[in-house]
């Protein structure tokens, strides 16, 4: 397994994440906790050492079973932990609030959830134009200076917003949404975290599922599940990412003699200074990872992973569907 320090905090982790989003089950139609536990010490024998949570995750749940999978077997020790603040909720419903005031409401809420002391990464969920950023960034970096978390990241934050976090607070790194089906960062984030030294984590390093390869178009969505409402599985574009995987799976499988998933985070990790976060909620959904070390992506098989999705996909769309509203009127 590759490792990477996270930007200049001296916290060194995984360059494979586990996303535990899916975990919470809250917008994945329901999780099961057994099977949750599995996957996370699953990941942790596969050599992963990140963790990667947030509190909205199932409203608390995912944090709690993170907790609970590290507390046995001294596993809290051998992983780093990366969770979130900054979106409050009502009503099943999520808003966002960076205030100094929910920061510190909510370092003290997460750290009793994950059985921990210290945070080794901890992220500004999503930009809230109600709080002033110096307000966000500050807060911060007294959490830093009391021991309660050990690095500093935003997630989804635009480059203005990235320099204006930055001004205030020494930020290590950044979440966005990366993966060969979403690349918008490759115009600004990308090549600036690079020059700046500051880590990206990959989230959606399959595209919820699109690049794990087991998607087709009878594939039939449960409950909640949040690719009901996500663009890329509609319709005509739906058959259009479809398409694009099935070639880019032959593409992995003759070429490089890998899985699709593994080809997926592959490219990830070959893109820059990149930690990929693999969702998963079912211990053989990380197998692949194994395949992910010890070999790169020349700029030949780039082009060829280009021109596949050039060829299938007419009109990419991004992820903002999933942007959480901005604070309510009511608890400004
Ligand atoms: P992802 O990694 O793109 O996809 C994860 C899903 O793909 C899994 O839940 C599973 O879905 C399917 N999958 C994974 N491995 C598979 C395999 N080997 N075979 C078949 N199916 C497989 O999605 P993600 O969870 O959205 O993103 C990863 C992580 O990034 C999240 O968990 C979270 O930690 C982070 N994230 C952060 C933000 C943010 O705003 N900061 C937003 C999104 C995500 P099924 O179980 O349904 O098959």
Redo the contacts with the bound molecule.
Sequence with gaps: MEKMMIGASGVTTSRVGL????IGGWM?GGADEAQSIATIRAAIERGVTLI???PVYGFGVAEEVVGKALAEGGLRDKVQIAT?VGLSWQDGKPFRDSSPARIRQEIEASLRRLRTEVIDLYQV??PDAGTAMSATADAMEELRHEGKIRAIGV??FSPAQIAAFSAVADLDAV?P?Y?LFEREIEADVLPRAETAGVTVLA???????L????ITARTVFTGDDLRNQDPKFQGERFRQYLSAAEALKGLARERFGKSL?ALAVRWILDQGPTIA??????P?????VGEVAGWRIDDAGKAEIDAILKRFIEAPVSPEF?APPVRRAASR
Excluded at 203 to 209: E, T, V
Excluded at 277 to 282: I, K, N, T, Y
Excluded at 284 to 288: G, L, M, N, V
Aim: aromatic share 12%; glycine share 12%; with cysteine.
């Design positions: 996303g535990t989003w899916a994945w990667d949570t947030a979130k969920h999503w997630s989804n979440q949404p993966n989230y959606g390093a399959l595209c919820r599922g690049l794990a390869g087991r998933p976060l693999w969702g998963a909620r079912r053989a959904q990380i197998d692949a999933m």
